[in-house]
Each structure stands twice: as structure tokens, then as C-alpha cells.
């Protein structure tokens, strides 16, 4: 075969391809991508309305049903859920799987845009969301103080924390909880009012007309050209009760003279602690295409620089960070594939009894796994479970080829033929037989890539990473393992292995008389096979029924159950239930949780659901605690 008589025959050019290969193969492996699995793009969108101050029920009635009965239209679509509850509506829709989503996305949005003008005028316009894991943060933090007060956190949360996480690149929005947020409040007194012969309405009118900023035009003076502005936007408490209002009478009254304005915070609609002491919670959700690994370690690191910078009290903690479970994982498979490639040359080191060979066999485990790295880069796969998964499933494989390949050139080299006609004609004979065993397996994953949906996507990747794998061995056992074989099996070298002289011969000794003996008791039982043939059919047959008939004690999940050192705890009070009571039962679970010696941080989080991100609207009757 020519590939073989050119590797064989042209050392110098294949020690540089090579070379070439491992630096690509370190180059591409240090570009790509880390993640858990796949990245998996589901085909499902959201849409969402606020509708505030206003029940569940007049929301399903004015928002979610009109919205349901025009996207009932819309093509390819599975089913329609719909969720309506105080202040929001959420309706999602499941397409098949296939779907242009972004097609349907607008599909959607036109949609919406024909019956937009038919709903209620208190309610804010849909929003169309795809919807995949990048809507949920991958990375959760607290910040809190024991000098600083809740507002002051709020105020560095929002003024210095969130516009530098804002932007690293791979961050597309941070989402802040918990904390107060400043308010300047008018209550006004109703008698007051009633005397003055005011309603409400006007109080609001003159203070939303009185507080704005805004162009007053240009003036042109001494050849130069200034731009004027208006700037009227309250400053101060002063500024508000200065306000000036006409009574119907002709008089003017000050807002002071009928409210009380006071600079404070809103409302709580939501509460967040960690560990039991109040926080502010600063929630980083990653871009779609961005890697979550590389997200979570660029927003630790600029955490590192603002805690460094600002010479305030600050404890800023990590509550989640899903690229540590990602990272852990990955380095268990990492650690398992290491054990996995060292065994297989230990086992090789007791079959052939010789380093010098076990080497030349076992070189292409290394460089087979490099080359696939290249081969997974330019296809855009990512280092995840499921391609590493193949890779792992792959390493055995991975030295077949060349241990027959191997073995057919030591059998030339024992008869006599020089190191390099052996090479060559050792791997020629065998080549054919090599090519057709490798590209059966290759037959065999190949239905794989013709699959659809969710099966494609969490099992394409690992048909495609061991199809390379294989492929690469295939090509280290017709190139380099000839050349290898070439170079180190000299002349000396076969008359050692023929005398079994060195420290190596001895040590194998034993294993090799035992496998001598292995194979003489193998005859024995093959001989009784061969003339007890009713006996070996019956108890194979028995073996088979009992295999299947033990199938449905096995069971079946769509993944293996995996713990991350996480829990997640959803806590939902009686409806219409306020902020406060719901703060005090989430009080005592976190009492609880501080029992087990085992917990690590407990992050609490009081007047949302647990899938917040994904949800509009205040719930004060749930907490989520983590």
C-alpha cells in the first residue's frame, strides 16, 4: 500500500506531519469549548406579559385567552401552556423538534401584532422569548455587609457591581434581587385634599409636568452656536414640596402644605439573605453562544478586582457557579480516561513482554486522541461527558490496529526479513483486513448521525467523537506504527526476544507460563464443548431467557441520576399569602437546614418562584431556598 511505503520510506517528512498533528492537536483542544453536555437548543418559546395590580383570573380572561386563541394558529406547534397568575401571564409553546425557531419566533410576533391593539390598555406589550438553559444564571452571587445597611448594597449592587459584570463579554444580562430600592414618596392627606377642592389626578398631573428634563432649542451668539436645555427633574425632597398646584379658586397651594414627602424605599416585594443575613442577590445569566466554563471563571475573576478596588465592607460569596459541577465532572472522566490508557499498556506490557514494543503499540492511543481533537474542533463539538464518553469508549480500540498490525511485522522481522521490508511488507498484507475492520465499526455508529430531536443531540456528538477516534487509530496503524517498527526493531533487539534474555523477559515469565497454561486448559473445554453439543445449546439458550427476562427489573431513565452537591427547595403558602408571612416560614426551614453539619450556604430567596428568570410578575406567597 503506498500511504505504508511512504511512511516507512520518508522518516524525516512523518516525524514533521507528526509534529504538526500535536501542536494542532494542543492548539484546537486549548480553543474548544468546555461544557456539561451539549449544547441543547430546545424547541420551546415563551411569551410573557405584565399586567400589574390586577388577579389571575381577569388576566386569563383579557390577556392569556386572546393570546392563546391567535397563537393556536401558528404552524408546526405541539402543544400550548399556559400560565396565568397575579400581574403576569405566561403562555409557552412546544414546537417538533426540527423547527426553525427563529422563523417561528416571528411567526409569533406577527401574530401577537395583529391582536396587540385588543389588549387591555393597563397591560405592557408581550414579549417573545426562545427559551434554552441560557435563561437561567450560571452563576449566583450574594453581597452583603455588617456595616453596611440594605439600601447602601443596593445602591454599589447597582452602581458599581452590576455594570462591570455587565460588561464581560460573555455575560448578557445580570439580574439583581433582594435589596431596597430608594423611592421619594407623597402621601397625601384626604382632608387636605378635600378642602383645597383637589382630586388625586391633578396632584399626579402637575408633579409628572413639573419633573422633566428637556431642549429648549439653540441661540446663536458671537459666532458661536449653544444648545439650551430645560432642566426641571426633581433634585432634592425641597424640590418636590415647592411644587406649586392652582386650586379651582385662583389660590396656590404647595404640595407640602397637603402631603408628606419623604426620601425612602419602595415597598419589599422580595427578599434575598445568605446564610441567614440580608443580601443582595446578583444573578449573571451567559450569552447563547457563550461558554459557561469560560463565563463563570471571567465574572469570578472581576468579583476578584472589585473587592480589591472598593475599600468597603463588602462579603461577596458565590452561592452557585455551575462551571465547578462541570469542571469536577469533566476532571473525573479526564482521570478515569488517564487509568483507563494505563491499564491497556500494562496489559500490553503482559502480553508482549517487551517495552520496546509496547511503546510502538501504545503511541497510538496518545496520537490518535490528539488527532480527534482537531477533527471535534473544526466539526464545532465541545469537551463535554458525552465526547469525552466516546473518546473513553474508543481506547480500547484505539490499539487493535496496530497490535495486528504490529504483530503481522514482528512475524516477518522472526522470519527474516530486514526491519524495513518487514515494516512494509508486514502492514501491506494486513492492511485490507485493518481498513475493513475499522470502517465496520464506522458502519455501526453512522445510523446514529441520521437521527433526529433530542437523540441527536445528546447522542450525534458521541457517535461522531468515536467514529473519529477510530479513524485516527486506523491511520497511526498504517503510518506510524510502520515507521516506529522500522526504527526500533533491530536485529539486536529479536535475538534478545528469542533467547528471552534481559530483566524484562524475567519479570513476564510467569505471566507468560500462565497464559501458555491458559491455553491448554482452553483446549480441554473446548473438547468437551464440541461433543456435549446439546448441553452447551440448552444452557445457552437458558442464559438468553433469563438475560431477557431480567430486562424489566433493570428500569430505564432518560439520564443516570448525578449529584452536583446542590438542593433546590420550592416553598409555596397559601395563596394571596403576604411577603412577611411567607419570609417567616422560609425562616424557620433555613433554622432547619443550619442543623445538618453537612450544609455549606443556604441562599434564600422570598416573594419569587423557583424558575424567577422565567416568570414575570411579584409572588409573595413563594420562596426558593438553595
Known sequence: MKIIDFAVKRPVTMI??????????????????????????????????????????EVESQITKPLEGTLNTVSNIKEIHSISMSGSSMILIYYNWGTNMDSSVNEIREKIGLIEKYLPSGSQKPVVLRMDPTLMPVIQIGVKSETMTLGQLQEVAEDIIEPRLSRITEVASVVMTGGLQREV??????????????????????????????????????????????????????????????????NTVYIKDIAAVTDGFKDESQMTRVDGEAAVGVHCLKQSDANTVKTCNA????????????????????????????????????????????????????????????????????????????????????????TLGGLALGLGRMVDDSIVVFENIYRHRLLGLSALDAATTGASEVGRAVIASTFTLIAVFFPIMLTEGLASVLFKPLAITVMFAIFCSLLVALTVVPLMASRMLTDKHIEGRQREEGRTAR???????????????????????????????????????GALALMPLVGAEFLPAMDSGEVSISIECDKGNPLQETDQVVKQVEAELREIPEVDIIFASVGSSSNMFMDTGVQGDQGTLY
Open 16 to 57: 514533521i506531519l507528526v509534529s504538526v498533528i500535536i501542536i494542532m492537536g494542543f492548539f484546537t483542544l486549548s480553543r474548544m469549548a468546555v461544557d456539561l453536555i451539549p449544547d441543547m437548543k430546545f424547541p420551546i418559546a415563551a411569551v410573557m406579559t405584565e399586567y400589574p395590580g390586577v388577579g389571575p383570573e
Open 185 to 250: 414618596k407623597v402621601e397625601v392627606d384626604p382632608v387636605k385634599l378635600a378642602n383645597y377642592d383637589l382630586t388625586l389626578g391633578q396632584v399626579s398631573q402637575v408633579l409628572r409636568a413639573e419633573n422633566f428634563n428637556m431642549s429648549a432649542g439653540k441661540v446663536t451668539e458671537g459666532g458661536r452656536q449653544y444648545y439650551l436645555r430645560s432642566l426641571q427633574q426633581f433634585e432634592s425632597v425641597e424640590d418636590v414640596e415647592n411644587v406649586a398646584i392652582l386650586t379651582p379658586t385662583g
Open 299 to 386: 465574572v469570578r475573576e472581576e468579583l476578584k478586582k472589585i473587592e480589591k478596588e472598593l475599600d468597603l465592607d463588602l462579603d461577596i460569596k458565590v452561592v452557585m457557579d455551575q462551571s465547578t459541577y462541570i469542571n469536577l465532572s469533566l476532571d473525573n472522566t479526564k482521570r478515569v480516561m488517564i487509568e483507563g490508557g494505563l491499564l491497556a499498556m500494562l496489559i500490553l506490557f503482559l502480553f508482549l513482554r517487551s517495552g520496546r514494543s509496547t511503546l510502538i503499540i501504545f503511541t497510538a492511543i496518545p496520537l490518535s486522541i490528539i488527532a480527534t481533537f482537531i477533527l471535534m474542533y473544526f466539526n464545532h463539538d465541545t469537551i463535554n461527558l458525552i
Open 507 to 545: 519479570i513476564t515469565s510467569g505471566f507468560g507460563q500462565w497464559i501458555d497454561g491458559l491455553g491448554d486448559r482452553y483446549k480441554v473445554l473446548l473438547q468437551w464443548a464440541l461433543s456435549h453439543r446439546s448441553h452447551v445449546v440448552i444452557g445457552v439458550t437458558l442464559l438468553m431467557v
